[in-house]
């Protein structure tokens, strides 16, 4: 039995209890089409932050948007000291000149985006009615480059991470990610069955990882809470020693508990984004930010 599986089971939390038992009624209640599915959303939302505040009764609510630096503060220290001299700035710098570059037709990235791409980091994701589908910042960002005559970029990294970086720098808004109907409900449905789902050869679920043992060590590392994992993206990781975007660290996660990754900016991603961003409504987005 491995190390992973062996501290779960000695922290006693193979059962979850009344709140993912609860969670999952409410997932498979949103396939019935039910009128109420705004309020399903805010009660779920209630539970899930009710969840980290009495497990982390002494962390601040807004401090949630720094991830495993709210709850840990041997790592608080190292981190703070690194933000001294930040690692992504050279990113913020590339992607402003990205962002500023003519397409060949002329058009720039200010072009697609409301307030000129400026400030508006905190409306995404946000589902999109016409479409049918969850839309990212980074998904925007290439379906911008497509619109204007340009290849798309590779998402996990690159300069597209940089050009996501810049734009997440101009903002300081809070997460106002939304669920306006019932096609939307069915996509966040989607995401939060995948996060309360176990996969892979050990059998874990993001919950099991993110909510179950946060603030414990696994192997040499703090769990981060998955509360208000999604605002500080993208980030600096001193493991990549470069930028990646969310959905790089989805796939990081699957193959850490040996399940196949899934393709970045896929639906399974985009709605599992979703699904995180709304149980983080309130907080801050503060990317981009250095993780370990």
Request: glycine letters at 8%; aromatic letters at 12%.
């Amino acid at each position: 039995m491995g190390l992973i599986k062996r501290r779960l089971i000695e922290t006693g939390v193979i059962f979850f209890g009344l709140l993912a038992l609860s969670s999952m009624a409410g997932a498979d209640a949103g396939t019935d089409s039910s009128p109420d599915f705004k309020a399903m959303v805010q009660k779920d939302v209630g539970d899930f932050q009710a969840y980290f505040k009495k497990r982390f009764s002494k962390v601040e609510f807004a401090e949630y948007k720094n991830g495993v630096y709210a709850i840990d503060s041997a790592s608080r220290e190292q981190w703070l000291e690194m933000e001294d001299f930040p690692p992504y700035e050279f990113a913020v710098d590339e992607g402003e000149e990205l962002f500023e570059t003519p397409f060949a037709n002329g058009k720039t990235y200010a072009d697609c985006f409301d307030n000129g791409g400026e400030g508006i980091r905190q409306n995404y994701p946000y589902f999109d009615s016409t479409q049918g589908e969850v839309i990212t910042l980074e998904l925007a960002i290439n379906n911008c480059r497509k619109a204007n005559g340009e290849k798309p970029l590779a998402y996990k990294k690159g300069p597209l991470a940089a050009i996501s970086a810049y734009m997440a720098s101009t903002s300081t808004g809070t997460f106002a990610v939304d669920v306006p109907d019932e096609a939307a409900y069915k996509a966040y449905v989607e995401g939060k069955k995948f996060f309360y789902s176990k996969r892979g050869q050990l059998n874990f679920s993001c919950a099991d990882c993110h909510m179950r043992v946060s603030g414990q060590k696994l192997r040499a590392d703090i769990t981060s809470p998955a509360l208000g994992q999604p605002t500080g993206f993208p980030v600096y990781r001193a493991k990549w020693e470069e930028m990646g975007t969310l959905h790089r660290r989805y796939a990081g996660c699957n193959k850490n508990i040996r399940a196949k990754p899934l393709v970045a900016q896929g639906r399974a991603y985009r709605n599992l984004e979703y699904f995180q961003s709304v149980m983080s409504q309130g907080l801050e987005v503060n990317g981009p930010s250095s993780r370990k």
